[in-house]
Structures are given as structure tokens and as C-alpha cells.
């Protein structure tokens, strides 16, 4: 079977300013997910799962409907704040899901296959979805056989000031052991990628690689997922801002040894839209890929 690509579209865009994952990048005003969905799609996934909230689940759907092949199987899940395990309810004050792990939860009943997941707000590359895809279609589904895509630090920095990116310690066989996050990383007037977040620089080195929340998953991990998020809510479930986070439950895997994530590396340039300042850049440089013959001159 053809491998998931599973969405994370539910984000409230709260510093953009907007829903910017229905906003309009490229010069055909394309949707930044259009070129993931598009990418997925010719890499050879072969259904995608989009992960909303019901605020925008309808114009969102129409959409797609009207740009989607007929052969890619879709499906369009609600990531909702009382959608919890047992019975649990959360508190009356509480305005916002409970973060990536649970969205990724909500699609329990949506995946069977080994699947992908991305954010809807960034660009990943062509490269990013063809080696995530031949993994995908390798690896033994029953098996917690994780993966993630690794992009080089370089191609990840902002030239509108300092990033937080999160650090990849692999082992000898391009396994991840941890990631480590490190904020203030930009290049310095001499041309070297430095960490300022300690309050004295340190040198790291190009080629580094560093995550970008693009990762890979079989479905045997719902339950144990599950389980992390149940204990999570009896400790913080009534904290009117907690969240549940993918990296979190992902590294409890490791730690148990439960689970081997590969790390899998792509060179292309990754980009993606915090603030309302980033689209000029972004749309800069799908309209250059583009001219480039990247993208064809439509999508659809």
C-alpha cells in the first residue's frame, strides 16, 4: 500500500497574524501546503490526511476538493479541545488544542499505512518527500521503524534575524539518539553559523543537521501515543496552556527502547512563515522555483 501524508493544518497563525495556511504564497497565490501536497504526491503517497479546526474546515475542504487528483484517497479530521482519551474533559477556560501529539492522535482511525507528518506552514522540498516515501515502503509496518528528514542547518537560518532549531545527535548508523534545542542560531558578519542562547558564541559547523518537525511513523505507535498523552493529561490537563508535543513522545520511544528513528537528509532549502514579515521571502523564492521549472507553471 501506498504510504499517509498526514497534515498538521489545525494552527491558530496567533504571531502571523491570519490562518496562513490558507493564505496565498505562490504566483498562482498557491497555497505554501499546495507545494508539500503537490511534492507528496509525485513522490508517490497516496492519500492525504488533513488535521483542522472546525473554524476552517469548510473552506479548507473545498479547496482541495477542487485541486486534488481523483486517485489520491483524502480524508479531513477535527483536532478538537474535548476530543480526549477516557474520561477525561478539559478545563472550562481553555481556548486551544493540546498540541501535535494530539493531532497526531486524531488520525488514528484515518491511517493504516506507514505514514509522513509535516507542518502545513512549511516548505520542505521536493527532495524531503521522494526519501521519506522510498523509507516509507521499506520498513516492516507492525514495527515501530521511525524515521525523520534532517535538513542541513544552513539551509534552515532566517535573513531577518536568529532562529531556534533543534540539533540532531545521530549514532554510526544515522540513528537519532536526541534532539537538542539551541536558540539564537543565525550567521555572523564573518560568515560562521553561530549559537548565541547561551549569552557567549559558539561555532557550529555547516552541514549540521537539524529537524524540522518532518517525520515518519508506522501506525503501531497510536496506542503508545495514546498512553504518553493519557499521563500527560493526569499531570497537566488542567493547565489552560499545556501542550502534548510530537518530539516529546518520539524521544520516550527512544528512551525505552522501544522505537529507531533514521535520519534521513535532504539538501534542499527549507523556509517557512512565522510572521506577516516572512511572505515577501517566501514568495520571492517559490516564484524563482517556478522560472526554474521546479514547480510547473500550475500545480494542477
Not at 29 to 43: G, H, K, M, R, T
Not at 107 to 124: C, E, G, L, Q, R
Not at 133 to 157: C, P, R, W
Not at 185 to 197: A, C, E, M, T
Amino acid at each position: 500500500m501506498k504510504p499517509t501524508l498526514v497534515v498538521l493544518a489545525a494552527g491558530m497563525g496567533s504571531r502571523y497574524g491570519g490562518v496562513k495556511q490558507m493564505d496565498g504564497f505562490g504566483p498562482n497565490e498557491e497555497w505554501l501546503l499546495e507545494y508539500s501536497v503537490f511534492d507528496a504526491i509525485q513522490a508517490g503517497f497516496g492519500k492525504i490526511v488533513f488535521i483542522l479546526r472546525a473554524e476552517i474546515l469548510e473552506d479548507f475542504k473545498f479547496y482541495f476538493e477542487a485541486r486534488l487528483p481523483e486517485d489520491i484517497e483524502r480524508e479531513y479530521v477535527l483536532q478538537q479541545i474535548d476530543d480526549l482519551p477516557g474520561d477525561f474533559t478539559p478545563p472550562a477556560d481553555r481556548v486551544k488544542p493540546w498540541g501535535t501529539g494530539q493531532a497526531v492522535l486524531v488520525t488514528k482511525n484515518a491511517v493504516s499505512t506507514p505514514f509522513a507528518v509535516i507542518n502545513a506552514d512549511d516548505y520542505y522540498g521536493p527532495k524531503a518527500f521522494s526519501e521519506m516515501h522510498a523509507y516509507l515502503q521499506t520498513i516492516d509496518a507492525s514495527k515501530y521503524a521511525f524515521s525523520m528528514v534532517g535538513y542541513l542547518l544552513e539551509n534552515t537560518l532566517s535573513e531577518n534575524g536568529s532562529v531556534s532549531r533543534g540539533i540532531c545527535n545521530i549514532d554510526e548508523n544515522s540513528f537519532l539518539v536526541n534532539v537538542e534545542e539551541h536558540t539564537k542560531l543565525y550567521r555572523n558578519p564573518d560568515g560562521f553559523i553561530v549559537n548565541d542562547g547561551e549569552g557567549s558564541q559558539k561555532e557550529l559547523s555547516e552541514g549540521t543537521l537539524v529537524s524540522m518537525n518532518f517525520w515518519g511513523f508506522t501506525p503501531v505507535m497510536f496506542d503508545k501515543l495514546e498512553s504518553y498523552f493519557k499521563a500527560f493529561l493526569s499531570e497537566r490537563g488542567q493547565e489552560l496552556k499545556s501542550e502534548f508535543y510530537i518530539p516529546y513522545a518520539v524521544q520516550s520511544m527512544i528512551d525505552e527502547g522501544l522505537a529507531e528513528v533514521k535520519v534521513l537528509t535532504s539538501k534542499d532549502k527549507w523556509f517557512g512563515v512565522t510572521y506577516a514579515e516572512d511572505k515577501y521571502i517566501v514568495e520571492e523564492q517559490l516564484d524563482q522555483m517556478h522560472e526554474e521549472a521546479v514547480y510547473p507553471v500550475m500545480l494542477w
